[in-house]
């Protein structure tokens, strides 16, 4: 696809314009849960002021803080993952990829109030990670399944180089009951797969559940070190890699 094909598929899910710029680290998780013979996720509609996506459903995700590299973590990235995240990005490091999925985790908790980990005494000065210490919850990482990436094309008023994680609901340790501290979100919903194709989705968030999808029919637990379809804009036209 073209940039200016793009660039008319999706007016309607980013505001174009703006200056030059670079795409900013990002993390989002897309949260599951099988039952029976479907497996759900977790979305979220954003809401219409943002320039980002406006009014769109989502996962739970935002800016990566280089900061939260240092939080202390019941345990880490499982080493195949590790090497994925480090292996195929430019200013690639260990503490880098470990923030890409700490802030994934954060902002599953500032979002949709749902704190990843394991039981255990946690202690911070973060503010953003008061709701773990709070609750004696120790974040952990182990479980986090990379499934893929997109750098937002140039552009936009905003743009993003997005990795997607995966953990399941088993994965999360507490469930706040009036949902996360932010408003980022207006709803969220847990909703199969297979009909998130009539939901309100800007077209990078429909392709990512389309490749996770196939990804889980070859591979229900999503075993470490799977494959990672990678999206950008290079030469002029959008494409898409396997790392």
Do not use: C
Not at 124 to 132: I, N, P, V
Not at 142 to 164: M, N, Q
Not at 183 to 201: F, K, N, Q, R, Y
Not at 222 to 243: A, C, D, E, K, N
């Amino acid at each position: 696809m073209t940039r200016s094909e793009l660039d008319k598929v999706e007016s309607k899910d980013f505001a174009l314009g703006g200056q030059p710029m670079r795409p900013r680290d990002a993390a989002t998780l897309i949260l599951l849960d099988r039952i029976g013979s479907q497996t759900h996720v977790l979305m979220g509609k954003r809401h219409r002021r943002h320039a980002f996506m406006p009014g769109k459903f989502v996962f739970p995700g935002g800016r990566t803080d280089p900061a939260d590299s240092r939080i202390a973590v019941a345990e880490g990235l499982h080493p195949a993952e590790e090497a994925k995240l480090v292996g195929n990005g430019y200013r690639a490091s260990a503490a880098r990829a470990r923030a890409i999925a700490l802030s994934a985790v954060r902002e599953t908790y500032e979002e949709a109030g749902l704190l990843i980990g394991k039981p255990g005494e946690f202690s911070t000065t973060r503010e953003d990670w008061q709701g773990f210490a709070q609750h004696s919850v120790k974040p952990s990482l182990e479980t986090l399944r990379y499934v893929a990436r997109a750098i937002t094309p140039p552009g936009r008023v905003r743009r993003f180089d997005t990795r997607f994680l995966a953990a399941w609901k088993r994965d999360v340790a507490v469930t706040l009951p009036d949902g996360g501290p932010t408003d980022e979100l207006e709803e969220l919903v847990w909703i199969p797969i297979s009909e998130t194709a009539d939901m309100d989705l800007a077209g990078i968030t429909r392709t990512v559940l389309q490749e996770l999808d196939k990804r889980l029919q070859a591979d229900p637990d999503l075993s470490p070190g799977g494959q990672v379809p990678f999206y950008r804009m290079l030469h002029g036209r959008f494409t898409r890699v396997i790392v």
